[in-house]
């Protein structure tokens, strides 16, 4: 937060898309994962760090988002250095 004006600091677009959905803006986050991202006991998913790193993006910026009547779109990819 902003303590000057108390409003969130947060940056949640890599992309934005002015007048995307309904003429709301579209805030788009990139998140690269490395598919090896959280191996444990549980072993691996296919996808699962991705759905999972998306699902944290959504609980931090969507309701700042929505607040403020733009849309939330987050992006998650597994990758892979060759």
């Not at 004006?5 to 803006?25: E, M, N, Q, Y």
């Amino acid at each position: 937060m902003d303590p000057q004006d108390g409003r969130s600091t947060l940056i949640p677009a890599d992309i934005l898309v002015f007048g995307w959905i309904g003429g709301k803006h579209a805030f788009v986050n990139l998140t690269g994962i490395s598919p090896l991202v959280g191996l444990g006991r549980w072993g691996f998913t296919t996808g699962h760090a991705a759905l999972k790193a998306a699902a944290y993006k959504v609980i931090k910026h969507n309701n700042t988002c929505r607040e403020n009547q733009h849309v939330f779109v987050p992006f998650a990819f597994s990758h892979q250095k060759q």
